[in-house]
């Protein structure tokens, strides 16, 4: 079961009970002219407090900054998602952890629990608001409204990842979902979108067992499926015991696939037991594929399935690479950390995703802190893992997932700026903080001062004006 977080561990998860705008938001420093868009930010906000329901599965809020020609705007508004709705309407909450109705709740009240609350992204004229157990919700650019779920026009079905890749070459978006086959099974699904907005493929196949898979991996060729062991079990839920769990002795697989090609020719490679929530990028060299991930030795916020919990000394991600030699006459994959330095959320400059990149962000923690405790900091990498710059926040005061802006469309890779919504402690307030990417050493280049916080949260993605 996912371990409570309480206030004083993550002293930012509180929801705020508002939705306002502010048209003139103040700014320390100068935001670059060349930032022309919007900053759209996803992450859980309950509307009400339900018994046993982790902030994880709170209902999706939006916050957007919108910047442009120096000046920065903000407005915030919860995704009214079928299950927010009815709650709203009741006036108290009716669903619990998972998205499970409560066994007080009107017989009314729809079955679906979603919330929409952990990624949002802009793909072929849709801006559609993600979390892994849905389908998208598609939003209003300009008012956040919530428009309805989008499946294409019936052309996919069942969960839908949030974190699709969009190949930066072709605009054509990969996805997948776990859980495919429903609740708790170790089915998955995966198929594409193209830039115009059409499914061009969507299929299936059966994993080695029923996994939590967050992420997934996609190179110029080649797809990656990483099934890690938090364990989906219905017999465990029937029995009111947790329904994801920590097996490490399920061991890790990675089924690798062509892009082309066909699920029936996933080649499963295994390596030592861990997890990982994120991906950074991933390429091919030769007949090699080179991912780079966050990797926990063990998974954090979960239990083993008879309650204990996991070791907290490994339960921090650090950046790792994954190595997978087709050509080799092997099973494995290895597995080497590239720095000791805990962290979360890895971005890079999108233009370069799937292929080589030569820069790489991520948010995080003081030396010796668990990972979804503190996140303070940003850190800089090079292509080979190694760290160019660390910023790291006053004490107290919590950071973001870091999003990078290219300074033009002909920019070189990195050339740009990263966007992180900074928490400070002390005024329990919330900025907009905006770095040049290749010196977060030196600090912000420009605040946006917010009136009030922005709770902790998962994804966030720029589109530009």
Not at 81 to 109: I, N, V
Not at 225 to 254: D, H
Not at 332 to 353: K, V
Request: with cysteine.
């Amino acid at each position: 079961m996912l371990d409570n977080v309480t206030n004083s561990k993550r002293p930012n998860v509180a929801p705020i009970p508002m939705e306002c705008d502010a048209p003139f938001l103040k700014i320390t420093g100068e935001l670059p002219r060349e930032l022309n868009g919007t900053l759209y930010r996803n992450g859980p906000n309950p509307q009400f407090e339900a018994p046993g329901a982790h902030w994880f599965v709170g209902d999706g809020m939006l916050h957007a900054f919108h910047l442009e020609n120096g000046r920065a705007s903000y407005r915030n508004r919860w995704i009214r998602t079928p299950k927010w709705q009815a709650e709203h309407d009741a006036g108290r909450a009716l669903y619990g952890g998972f998205g499970r109705k409560l066994p007080d709740a009107p017989a009314s009240a729809p079955t679906d629990g979603g919330v929409a609350n952990t990624n949002i992204i802009a793909h072929a004229g849709r801006l559609l608001a993600l979390e892994e157990g849905h389908l998208p919700t598609e939003i209003e650019p300009g008012t956040l409204n919530r428009k309805s779920y989008c499946d294409y026009n019936g052309a996919i079905q069942g969960p839908f990842t949030a974190h699709p890749k969009i190949d930066p070459k072709t605009g054509e978006m990969v996805f997948f979902g776990y859980n495919a086959a429903g609740p708790l099974t170790a089915m998955l699904s995966f198929g594409s979108v193209n830039s115009s907005g059409i499914v061009t493929r969507f299929d299936r196949f059966e994993a080695p067992y029923a996994s939590m898979v967050h992420d997934f991996i996609v190179t110029e060729n080649h797809l990656l499926f990483p099934v890690l062991p938090i364990t989906g079990s219905m017999e465990r839920a029937m029995r009111g015991k947790a329904p994801y769990a920590w097996e490490p002795e399920k061991g890790s697989y990675v089924g690798v696939m062509k892009r082309q090609g066909s699920a029936k020719d996933i080649v499963w490679f295994r390596a030592e037991s861990c997890y990982v929530f994120h991906v950074m990028n991933a390429w091919e060299e030769g007949d090699r594929i080179i991912a780079d991930v966050m990797q926990f030795e063990e998974a954090p916020l979960f239990n083993h399935p008879d309650g204990t919990p996991t070791d907290p000394d490994k339960s921090r991600a650090r950046l790792c690479r994954w190595t997978f030699d087709l050509a080799g006459n092997t099973d494995r994959f290895t597995q080497t950390y590239l720095d000791d330095l805990t962290g979360e959320f890895p971005r890079i400059d999108d233009r370069f995703a799937g292929r080589a990149s030569r820069h790489g962000w991520y948010a995080c923690a003081p030396a010796g802190s668990p990972t979804f405790s503190w996140l303070s900091g940003i850190a800089h990498v090079d292509g080979k893992g190694k760290r160019l710059g660390h910023y790291q926040l006053p004490a107290g005061d919590t950071i973001s997932e870091p999003v990078f802006v290219e300074r033009g469309k002909d920019a070189a890779d990195g050339d740009g700026w990263l966007l992180a919504v900074v928490w400070r402690a002390r005024e329990n307030c919330s900025d907009l903080a905006v770095f040049n990417a290749t010196d977060v050493d030196a600090g912000p280049v420009a605040l946006v001062h917010l009136g009030h916080r922005v709770p902790d949260g998962f994804h966030g993605n720029w589109v530009a004006a």
